[in-house]
């Protein structure tokens, strides 16, 4: 039988070798040694973290079990909004009389496709008329295909286009149909979809399609133009599969590359009339980059029309935050791209406008 290796760091009196005996326990040269897997089990919070640092420049994508006192998840769920790296991490409550819930940690973090505790993602892009920077679509879907790869094995990647008039839905269908020859075998943990809208509504109609068909647990939206990191997507997927919130958000705000100074002025301004309209700790509603719950959806998408364009997202986060759903915003990183839809002041106009009736509850 082929044993995984797993590797230990800790200074706690857990006999990992007992419970794991199945498995082969490494304590010793972890960071230069090859394992499948690390449990990083220390009495203090940000000694753990300092090791995790480590281990995620060392190795960048190797799995982490991350055990923590029940009182200090709270505390771990911050740090670990700050932790960059591609694996995933998943944090489990130490409880010494009681190894069921490590032992099944254990088991999802060697073995992602197991019929049980998996988690089904469904990650949507907007496209509309993105033929003339195809290359930065293209550049980003071949990052997102390779994420089971990382861990993440049952994800479907849909494209939305929003009412295209150029030749984006060609681009899309010849990249998924080069995709599918040139793989070696049937592929059923990782399927590109094209879905296609009958005209543009500025970015609220893609929410509500994927909203209307997604069925796994984790629902992602993200933009097209490949302006977003994958360790960042990476880092939310891990934050919201602990299981604690109910929506995790990108900020971009305090973070953006190559922005130009209107954009920032009118981001600025955005944020300062939206603030009241927001759950506490949320400052940023327009970034592309959400998580959401598959869960929650549902009450969310009756609340939701196409009028309000790209008021969308202020308008979901408002629903969420009337709802008294958990949400928790993260900066990620963000590198503007040229060739963007938006009209400053055309569509800062509209924003306003849809603004005020968010607010009356129109």
């Not at 498995?23 to 940000?46: A, F, G, P």
């Not at 009450?299 to 196409?306: A, C, F, K, S, V």
């Amino acid at each position: 039988m082929n044993r995984k290796k797993i590797g230990v760091l800790q200074n706690t009196k857990v006999d990992y070798q007992f419970y794991l005996s199945l498995n082969e326990i490494i304590k010793k040269d972890v960071l230069v040694t090859y394992v499948d897997m690390i449990i990083v089990d220390y009495m203090d919070l940000e000694e753990s973290m300092r090791i995790i640092i480590s281990l995620r420049k060392a190795k960048r994508s190797v799995p982490v079990l991350w055990i923590v006192a029940p009182l200090e998840a709270s505390r771990a769920l911050e740090m670990l909004s700050k932790l960059e790296g591609l694996g995933r991490i998943q944090l489990e409550y130490r409880n010494f009389n009681d190894m069921q819930g490590l032992l099944q940690s254990v088991a999802l973090l060697l073995t992602p496709d197991l019929p049980t505790k998996r988690v089904s993602m469904d990650l949507f892009i907007p496209v509309f008329n993105e033929a003339h920077r195809m290359h930065y679509v293209k550049d980003f879907a071949q990052k997102l295909h390779n994420m089971h790869e990382m861990g993440f094995p049952f994800i479907t990647i849909y494209f939305i286009d929003d009412g295209s008039d150029d030749d984006s839905d060609a681009f899309l269908g010849d990249m998924m149909d080069a995709y599918f020859e040139n793989s070696d075998t049937v592929d059923f943990k990782v399927a590109f979809k094209l879905l296609k809208l009958g005209h543009n509504t500025r970015k609220a109609g893609t929410y509500m399609e994927a909203f209307k068909v997604a069925t796994s647990d984790l629902i992602i939206f993200v933009d097209a133009d490949n302006a977003f990191k994958l360790h960042d997507i990476s880092k939310l997927i891990n934050i919201i599969n602990q299981g604690y919130y109910d929506i995790v958000i990108g900020t971009k705000d305090k973070t953006a590359e190559d922005r130009p100074l209107i954009r920032d002025l009118v981001s600025t301004l955005k944020r300062i009339l939206t603030k009241p309209l927001l759950p506490k700790g949320v400052t940023d509603s327009q970034t592309g980059l959400k998580l959401f719950r598959g869960s929650v959806v549902k009450y969310i998408l009756p609340q939701l029309n196409e009028s309000y364009g790209l008021a969308i997202d202020l308008k979901i986060i408002h629903v969420a935050k009337k709802l008294n759903l958990r949400i928790l915003e993260v900066p990620v990183y963000f590198k503007d791209r040229e060739g963007s839809h938006i009209e400053v002041v055309r569509d800062s106009i509209k924003f306003v406008k849809d603004m005020v009736k968010i607010s009356l509850g129109m």
